[in-house]
């Protein structure tokens, strides 16, 4: 167990022994989550009287946290509490007064502020018997904690523990971020703190001590086991954190405790996979809580390795993923088996998805044998694989790049690089500018087959840029070839999907039919996965006409919720220019349902007629671009 603490043990131990009123008390300061608190409460526990010779006993004490207090009567509630739990209870409903006359009783405080001390206990109240090592009070330590938390004024807070200590002779200890205390205007203080403390001791951080104690929240047999033979790294990356603060630490063992309820006991078994999965997760969740990682840049992380990092920061600075690396060297942040998008769900949303993590676990070596393993993969962290296993899967992987296997978006990147690599170090007979031409044709190959990735699936529409897939960084990211062939990518894959549109817009159009709903989300911003149109300007693929035969079918009610889209799809301005193109298309559908309601019936022309003057002529007239709009006093002419 570390001794850097221990000689604050040693004088609270001599404190409490004296057997005289010191006349002062003990600050223990430190920041928060260093292990204040639970310094004092081992030595309380652990109290060995002088009387006893080496049997140690818990010394009895009187404990209040100051936090988030208003008044000295939620002090002295929690202290009647201590001394009688019985008539503090629900059940015994205890007015204050009676608690007034105890408090008396026991601690001889001057509650009234008469300057004169209570010792009497009023005759309305009952009399109660206290223990005996109650009534000797300077026998008995007072313990104030979270000083800088509380919301009492500092100076009579102060002046109310200043009572305990010169006028009723108690031993006082108090627990205190001076710091914060100080940043929040100190001057009360300091002139308090010299009449008040008489020693002051600065808490350091214990790490074994708190670590073992976190350990006893910890329920599941095989993470506490993996804590406890691992302490010594969890504490090496903890150290490299410069977190201190013990909580952090403790909040990180929960988090990490909860998501291997998701594993399954395959996983937990593999001893070194959980200390890959560890590392990372420990590592990057101490800089989450530190404030130096922004939870939205986890997904990021991958773009740290096969060369600089992507970044507006000057030349000479380096790159945030950089620093953490620089941060923890021994942390495999390059080999996570666990992928960035999991992790940040993870620790940044607190999204425990047991579909992805096995996903992410299964596909690694770990837990795949070989003949399973995606060659790829294998190829990926070639130099420290079995070479037998190594060469099989080269020659899978040139049968599949023929056969043009590879369609996941993640994986084409991952071939690219792979394969750059390749020609590099002279694993296959062909030049770097053999594999730029192949490659671009294999993309072209698959644009002609339609087996290009078109939809705005995650991977896609939030990775393609990114530095990495499946948990593993892309090699050759930063070479030309590379960066100009993903650039092709997705090009080629930005034309598949305009491609795609008809067909796209076909289906939206029986969407309308079957769910209007659902066709309002497609086409709006909101929070479902089903806006896919949002900035897309899919409506311009649709005929004009078709589009108001299919409109006039629905029930009234229902036309009104596909009529009302325009008004929310154009209200986002950071959208239109994108769906610029449907602003003619709006001005067709518009001539063209005026055109319908002239012919019908006074009633439903009038409902189409004000759904049009309120949904949509706003729009055409708000946009300048929109020429051909043709008003209503123009159409009979």
Known sequence: MSEINTHI???????????????????????????????????????????????????????????????????????????????????????????????????????????????????????????????????????????ERCSIPIKDILGYINAFVEHEDCKVIILADEDKILENGGDDYIKIKEKLIGKTFEVRAEFEAAFNHFLEA???????????????????????????????????????????????????AHNQAMKDIYRVFFALSFELKKGRLPHERIIEFSRLFWGKEITKDKVDKLPFTQEIKK????????????????????????????????????????????????????LWDATRRDQEHVSTALHKFEEQFTNREFIITGEIMHVIGIRLWLADIKAIPKSRAEVFQEVKTYIDDLFQDNKLETDNNEFASLNRNMGGYGGLCFREKQSDEYQELISYLCTRQDEALEDSYPEKAKIL???????????????????????????????????????????????QDQQLTVISVFKQRYEHTGFVEKLRDEIPWLNKVSVILRNKASKMDAIPKHAIENNIEWYIQPLLIRFPYTSIYVPLKNLNK
Not at 57 to 76: A, D, F, K, P
Not at 257 to 266: C, I
Not at 351 to 373: A, C, M, R, V
């Open 509 to 555: 159009m029986q969407e309308m039919h079957d769910d209007t709903d659902l066709f309002f989300q497609r086409l709006c911003i909101n929070n479902t996965v089903n806006q896919l149109y949002y900035e897309i300007p899919i409506l311009s693929y649709i005929e004009p006409d078709d589009f108001v035969d299919q409109l006039l079918s629905l029930p």
């Open 9 to 147: 043990e040693d004088f609270l131990k001599y404190y409490s022994d004296l057997s005289f009123a010191p006349q002062y008390a003990v600050l223990i300061k430190g920041k928060w989550g260093t292990g204040k608190t639970h310094l004092v409460d081992r030595f309380f526990k652990t109290y060995i009287p002088k009387s006893s010779g080496s049997k140690p006993r818990e010394l009895n004490h009187l404990y209040v946290s100051l936090y988030g207090l208003t008044s000295t009567q939620e002090i002295e509630d929690a202290f009647f509490t201590q001394l009688h739990p019985l008539l503090s209870s629900k059940g015994a409903h205890i007015a204050g007064k009676i608690f007034k006359g105890l408090l008396k009783a026991s601690i001889k405080v001057d509650l009234d502020g008469d300057k004169k001390t209570d010792a009497n206990i009023s005759a309305q109240a009952p009399v109660i018997a206290l223990p005996d090592y109650l009534k000797n009070t300077n026998q008995l330590p007072i313990v104030f904690d979270d000083l």
């Open 327 to 378: 941060r923890y060297p021994e942390v495999p942040f390059d080999q996570t088996i666990l992928g960035y998008d999991v992790l940040a769900n993870i620790l940044g949303n607190s999204i425990i998805d047991k579909t992805k993590i096995h996903t992410s676990l299964d596909q690694h070596h770990y837990f795949t044998p070989p003949k399973k393993e995606a060659s790829w993969r294998i």
């Open 218 to 268: 910890i329920n599941s047999t095989s993470i506490k086991k993996l804590y406890q033979s691992n302490m010594s790294e969890i504490q090496l990356i903890f150290d490299r954190s410069k977190a201190r603060n013990l909580r952090t630490l403790q909040r990180t063992m929960w988090d990490f405790e909860r998501f291997s309820k998701a594993l399954t006991t395959v996983h937990k």
